[in-house]
Structures are given as structure tokens and as C-alpha cells.
């Protein structure tokens, strides 16, 4: 018999092997029920989620492993010529053509990206 999840919780779901609920009695077509009601004496779902993932429309999303430390970001932050908008060896001063800019490669020192 086809059962959503949200059935487990309903307060029409019959808890038998042989009927879904008292509402549809061979289950619902799709992935959601329009007559869902929340039982108010259910076990309450447990929203957990593991360190480095967070969930994203009810869907468990892992996040991508950081390749720098928390310092190492705020580092990142305070001298890379995508914020401040100059080279970190020179200090020349990059056009702010911020949507356009790929590379921040300095056209001076020769000192090269290695971020990306």
C-alpha cells in the first residue's frame, strides 16, 4: 500500500497492516495528502543534524569540506584584492570591476592568485 511519511504522523493513519487510513484506504497518490492532520498525541520528529550539514526544503545537505581554518578565511578576508581592492605585495590598485574580474593576478609585482 503506498504510505508517505507524514502518514506515521496523521491523525487519520490506522496504524493496521491492511488500511493507510480512515480517509484513503489504499493509501494516497503522490508524495503528500491534502486531508493531513496533525496528531497531537504523535512522537514529535526529531530534527537532527550531523556537524557540517545543514537541512535545505527537508532535505539533508552536506556541506563541502573547508580547505582553510576559520583564521585562515578571516586572513583571506582582510588581504585578498577581492576585498580590499588592492595587491597584498605591492598595494597597486585593481579597477573595480568587481562582476567582471576572474583572476587577481597583479599586473605589477607579478604576484598570482592561488585562491581559486
Known amino acids: 500500500m503506498p504510505k508517505i511519511p507524514m502518514c506515521d504522523r496523521c491523525l487519520f493513519y490506522a496504524h493496521n497492516p491492511y488500511l493507510v487510513c480512515a480517509v484513503h484506504l489504499d493509501g494516497v497518490d503522490g508524495d503528500s495528502c491534502l486531508d493531513f492532520r496533525e496528531d ?6 526529531e530534527v537532527w543534524e550531523p556537524e557540517g550539514a545543514s537541512y535545505y526544503n527537508g532535505e539533508l545537505i552536506l556541506q563541502p ?3 582553510r581554518t576559520q ?14 581592492g588592492k595587491c597584498p605585495q605591492c598595494e597597486y590598485e585593481f579597477d573595480r570591476d568587481y562582476t567582471a574580474r576572474v583572476h587577481w593576478d597583479c599586473p605589477e609585482c607579478g604576484w598570482m592568485d592561488d585562491s581559486v
Open 40 to 45: 497531537p498525541n504523535a512522537e514529535p520528529v
Open 65 to 67: 569540506e573547508q580547505r
Open 71 to 84: 583564521q585562515q578565511q578571516l586572513e583571506l578576508l582582510d588581504t585578498h584584492p577581492m576585498f580590499t
